[in-house]
């Protein structure tokens, strides 16, 4: 077969589909990911909207641009942005998330059980730009760390990074707050796993390799219910916000902290679940082995792989 790997674009048309599509030689493309539009209604993005983005509909005028889709064997959409754009292909369509984690950091649990009262870890790991939305976080988190219920902990640097300090002593949480700057992976990874939720409001991720990283290593996340990181988080492993605007969604995360803080036994059934999540489906392994499902499919050599986005599940149901 041909496999044609684009992990980041699902702009770039190929001839391969069109030559091929009256052989005995399949043609598969992906994982496709991108087209993620730009939400409104956030100050962040004002900062930082990439206009390029407008122009990205006008790779529907190349050549072979649509024969690309419709002669191709299977489709892999890492994402179901992704998958919905090509939702009318469903019938050869397959959805594997485009990031994956080592197993090697599904290695269990070796926290200590917290003293009574002890505070809640908390943790933000990503770039300091405006898309990111660490100030939700942070004021997200203000009522608890303003009376004691929880540490921050910021692992990342970025144009935001004086902004966001700055923020936090007009909340009057600064010493409640540790900016760490740019880490090690090991360093990072290390801080992640001493954590006990990972406060990650992207309003804009296209995959959220944070989270696979967060939920092995027994992190309890809270994320965006849009782009990568909705696409990963269940309700059995971690908490999603609507895209909503900043007040609702700062609102929610409050609430969920709240409880988390106030409920170990809750937060510590959300880390087992999340840990063994992750280990059985979130492995490079565990995508090589869906990925290989699709391809024997596509070469007639396997049933057709279940394999749908969790949003999409109720519609697969209802058909």
């Known amino acids: 077969m041909v496999l044609r790997v684009v992990p980041l674009t699902a702009v770039l048309p190929s001839p391969f589909a069109y030559f091929l599509r009256k052989g005995p030689i399949p043609f598969v493309i992906g ?5 993620l539009p730009w939400p409104t209604g956030f100050s962040q993005l004002k900062k930082q909207k990439e206009w390029i983005s407008g122009l990205r509909k006008a790779y529907r005028l190349l050549p072979f641009a649509r024969s690309t889709y419709r002669h191709a064997s ?21 959805f594997v998330p485009e990031n994956g984690i080592d197993p090697s950091i599904c290695c269990g649990d070796s926290r200590r059980s917290p003293e009574l009262g002890a505070p809640l870890e908390l ?11 660490c100030d939700l976080a942070l004021r997200a988190a203000a009522p608890l760390l303003q009376n004691d219920s929880a540490r921050f902990t910021v692992v990342g640097d970025g144009p935001e990074r ?7 002593v007009s909340l009057g949480i600064e010493k409640a707050v540790t900016f760490c700057g740019w880490l090690s992976h090991t360093e990072a990874l290390g801080r992640l796993q001493s954590a006990d939720v990972l406060v990650f409001p992207s309003v804009r991720d296209f995959g959220g390799g944070v989270v696979f990283e967060a939920l092995a290593g027994g992190t309890v996340p809270i994320v965006v219910d849009f782009g990568g990181p909705g696409d990963i988080v269940l309700p059995q492993i971690g908490y ?22 106030a409920d170990r036994d809750l937060l510590n059934g959300l880390r087992r679940e999340g840990m063994a999540y992750a280990k059985e489906r979130l492995t490079w392994d565990a995508k090589a082995q869906c990925t290989t499902r699709v391809l024997n499919w596509a070469v007639g050599r396997g049933l057709k792989p279940d394999l749908v986005p969790p949003k999409f599940l109720h519609v697969q149901a209802a058909r």
Do not use: C, H, W
């Open 31 to 35: 994982p496709l990911n991108g087209g």
């Open 74 to 94: 299977a489709i892999i959409a890492a994402s179901s942005q992704t998958y919905a754009e090509f939702a009318k292909y469903r019938d050869k369509l397959f």
């Open 123 to 133: 943790i933000f790991v990503g770039g300091l730009v405006p898309r990111k939305a």
């Open 162 to 168: 004086d902004r966001l300090q700055q923020l936090t």
């Open 240 to 261: 999603k916000v609507p895209l909503t605007n900043e007040a609702d969604m700062v609102m929610r995360m409050q609430e969920i902290l709240v409880d988390l803080a």
